[in-house]
């Protein structure tokens, strides 16, 4: 094929040639493909187009140059728009339904529908929600939750505790306690909710990276700004990827076509907000364990600025390179820069401060 519409071996096809070829063999090709095609001839100024694009298309790999081709062109767009095609299976329906719940582009929609193929599935959230949850709870312990005023709610090796805070796997093995069976569903409930759709858009690296950032960065801001209480719950995860989520629906609202989106957007606020709210309630309530205090409260606005920071950056560029953006790389540095910070102020802060931090469980 390339010998044929690149003799002299450029690495480029004319416009001309490239039409041709869509003429003969349109046909053969999904509709979307076909438009996305199109749109890649229609948007070229040059009279030519990169072969490579033309591979990485057929391949179902988008190159940034060629997502740029289609951003700068008119981006005509032939057919009509995904939701408005009809007589789709239900699992068609759903993956159609998750595109317009998490991309503000049609281009992108489109691209997500024609090559999402449930391979791998969304198992990072489903794991860590349905099996990470009730596995040291159920099995270990016999119970699924513990209560603030059980015996064993201390006596732990998995939340995060200032005494213990030597014992680096507790900055994440916290998210796997939870102060109580409401506690526990509302981040199952915004977990699934959110995580797996996510998840099932952008791929299991990148949504787990954005959970990680947010639970390693709620036990270091308790650290930080909280310094003896102790630490338990996913929030930190779940509140970086929900805040994500919804300042990336903010930031792109004209072109988000999902269905009661304020309506999603005011239930899910209100979630968030009745969980923090309960957490700074229960952080100030007696102690069932004096002098220990109840659970820190702050790992929930650290996962938020984690969320608006790089998790924003990390669900705008839909299968793009990281590594090209520029503000991705600024948030990574403040990101990194902040954990510095935390790791220091652990090692020296505790003891300049001569504070009387609660005996060890």
């Not at 890649?40 to 140059?65: H, P, T, W």
């Not at 900055?171 to 939870?178: A, E, P, R, S, V």
Request: hydrophobic share 45%; proline share 5%; charged share 15%.
């Amino acid at each position: 094929l390339l010998s044929q519409f690149d003799p002299d071996n450029t690495g480029y096809i004319s416009t001309e040639k490239f039409r041709s070829l869509l003429q003969r063999h349109g046909s053969e090709l999904d509709p979307h493909k076909l438009e996305v095609l199109l749109a890649l001839a229609d948007s070229n100024s040059e009279g030519r187009i990169c072969y490579q694009d033309f591979v990485n298309l057929m391949s179902n790999k988008r190159s940034n140059s060629f997502r740029q081709a289609i951003l700068q062109g008119n981006r005509r767009l032939c057919s009509k728009a995904l939701l408005e095609e009809t007589g789709l299976s239900l699992s068609q329906r759903l993956i159609r339904h998750v595109a317009y719940e998490t991309l503000p582009r049609e281009i992108d929609r489109k691209w997500y529908y024609d090559s999402y193929t449930c391979c791998p599935p969304p198992w990072f959230m489903i794991t860590v929600t349905l099996v990470a949850f009730f596995l040291y709870n159920g099995v270990v312990l016999d119970r699924f939750v513990l209560q603030v005023t059980h015996p064993l709610y201390l006596k732990n090796t998995l939340l995060y505790h200032p005494q213990l805070r030597a014992q680096a796997w507790r900055y994440l093995t916290y998210i796997f306690m939870h102060a109580g069976i409401e506690h526990l569903g509302l981040n199952v409930v915004l977990q699934l909710l959110v995580g797996v759709p996510l998840e099932m858009v952008h791929g299991a690296a990148r949504i787990s990276f954005v959970y990680v950032a947010g639970i390693v960065a709620g036990s270091l801001a308790v650290s930080v700004a909280d310094m003896t209480a102790p630490v338990v719950g996913s929030s930190g995860g779940v509140y970086a990827l929900v805040s994500a989520h919804l300042a990336n629906i903010v930031m792109n609202w004209s072109g988000m076509k999902c269905q009661f989106k304020l309506l999603r957007m005011a239930v899910a606020l209100i979630c968030m907000s009745f969980e923090f709210g309960r957490a700074v309630w229960l952080r100030f309530h007696p102690s069932a364990y004096p002098p220990c205090p109840h659970p820190s409260f702050m790992a929930h606005l650290g996962g938020v600025m984690v969320g608006i920071t790089l998790g924003v950056i990390v669900l705008r560029n839909y299968e793009q390179r990281l590594q090209d953006q520029t503000l991705w790389w600024i948030f990574l540095s403040i990101y990194v820069i902040f954990v510095l910070f935390a790791i220091f102020w652990n090692i020296f802060a505790y003891s300049l401060l001569d504070l009387k931090l609660p005996p060890p469980p």
